[in-house]
């Protein structure tokens, strides 16, 4: 197993978190120095907060931890990829390297719908899809199976 899939499995233990919590299950890790400095896990739900995104609460313990907003040297590994809010939020920490598991052709900004890490703001990111990418559209495939089924019951 390489580091991006080390780093991308801890985020899909992040992802389980939010799945368990009834949050679309996204994780997400931040990396400095190959050693994660910043955790998270979508949480909108659970806390009724659209910004709980797994990405924002991640990038704000990287923060904490390393004691500063420029996050230059550090990557980030997502499970799906970012909405505008935390793709802004990247562009903002100034994150360096963006990886991510599977791609979110509705609402993706990345390079599935639009493609806001490449555009001529203070700061561009690299960008890798597809790391886990089963695995990661695996466990959002079960959520959404799960949710249709539990409407079904309730109808």
Sequence with gaps: MDQ?????????????????????????????????????YNRKELLKDASEHAEIMALKEACKNLN??????????????????????????RVNNVFIGTENKRFGTCGSFINLLDMDFNHRSNVTFGILKEECSNILSKFFKSLRNKKKVED
């Design 68 to 93: 500063t907003y420029h996050l230059e040297d550090c990557n980030i590994y997502i499970t799906l990829e970012p909405c505008a809010m935390c793709s802004g939020a990247i562009i903002n920490f």
């Design 4 to 40: 991006n899939e080390f780093f991308m499995l801890e985020a899909l233990k992040l992802a389980e978190i939010s799945y368990e919590n009834n949050d679309i299950p996204i994780g997400c890790v931040v990396v400095y120095n190959n050693k994660i400095v910043g955790r998270g």
